[in-house]
């Protein structure tokens, strides 16, 4: 335990070493050219400050949030759901693989032009868009899962008859767990860019929508202050939301 | 005590496709058998000759045969499996795993407790599987197969690979439980000691497609077959038949 603790503590130091490091290194950069172009880490802290005291840095990265977690659920859903079928059923992959190959590999910007020019300038049109430029990652990464899926234990669940929800949830779920961790991961750093992308191009607030209209204006030190307010906001989730929850998950493990 | 179920066992054909050059596999062929209620049976013979696929034609695991398997007393029995490997789930406490194939009420969760206490096993009730020697792991599968009260038990070498006094517990463990809840048992092996120790009928099988070639009764009482000398003695006799 003490150790552990020893571990973490010089693994925080190495961390926090390494940002200062960065921050420096920009900070000898912006002494060297145009505040308008590349503002000092001191100009974009005071914007973020003035951002956040008015009020709309919150609400912006609220919209942006709730965004990213209804497009994310939609695609972990149907995309789970997607994978353990492919996974399982060989006829339905033969069919369906040339599909997700197609998906995976369409452009996020030619979904989002579409399901703008489909369903209009809509919330259901934004959060669409991102859900299907994820869904294919999430299939594949769960169609291994299902693939891998323990025969065995399979084999005692059906023995036992204890029904398709008990199967699911004791028997194949807890197996597709790191396959899910993984799709979550991934799936966390792409759809938050991408719903960067969609707000510029058919939203009137969010993070995606500040950083257009800075662009408009030549405002480097908002979308800078904007850009690492967000990073910094994915990077809570992943510490204390995704690495306590695989913790648990994990607990049984030797 | 609900009445007891018996088995018969008519395979008309079960064979398995050709796979990777290799011929198709006829591995029972006109196989018939029946178990009378409350009977343990012992199927007795080689590896790969076909024990473990009529357990699972028993238990609706395999339903790609010709033939019947009717149950008597019990049109739907219902039936404890114990494989080969303990099959347990990793990600479940011993508990969690027991409570697996029962209902979830208060009544299930005191059967499950009971069950672990009379095995003596209590302890581990909160443990994960894989913490637990494999000892351990084959007793929590024999509880598992025991909660559900089962009128067939159908066992596919469960104490290999052990050693031979952990094994041998696990024998008297098995017996005991028996004659508490009985049930209809069949019991698969290779070992002869195994089927010696336990069982009431022997039944060898050899050939491809497998037939009976041995199918003998062994007559002898609780004591004797705690008598490592009455077992081998018994089991020189069924060798040398």
Known sequence: MKYQLAKRLTHLAWSALSIAVLVGAWQIAASFSDPRLLPGPGRVGATLVEAGLEGSLFTNIGITLARVLASFILAMTIGTAIGIALGRVLRLNRFFDPWLIL??????LVVVVLCYIWLGLTEAAAITAVAINKIPNVAVTLREGGRALDRDLLEMASAYRIGRWRTLRHVILPQLSP????????????????VLVVELLGRSNGVGFVIGSAFQLFDVSTILAYALAFVAVIQMIE???LQ????RLNQWRR | MAAMTGLKIEIDCKSYPPLGGAPMRRIFEGFHLSVDPGAFVCLLGQSGIGKTTLLNMISGLDTDYSGRIEFHGEPKPRMGYVFQTPRLLPWRTVLENILLPLPSTESARETALDLLAGMGISDTQDVYPERLSLGMQRRVALARAFAIGPDVLLMDEPFTSLDESTADRLRDLLIAMLAQRPATVLFVTHDSRDAIRMAERILVLSGSPAHAVKDVSVGMNLDERLDKGAVEAFRGRFLAQ
């Open chain 1, 179 to 194: 396959y899910f961790m993984g799709a979550i991961r991934s799936g966390l750093a792409l759809v938050w860019k991408i």
């Open chain 1, 244 to 247: 306590p929850w695989e913790r």
């Open chain 1, 103 to 108: 998906f995976l590999n369409l452009p996020a």
């Open chain 1, 239 to 241: 510490l204390f939301i």
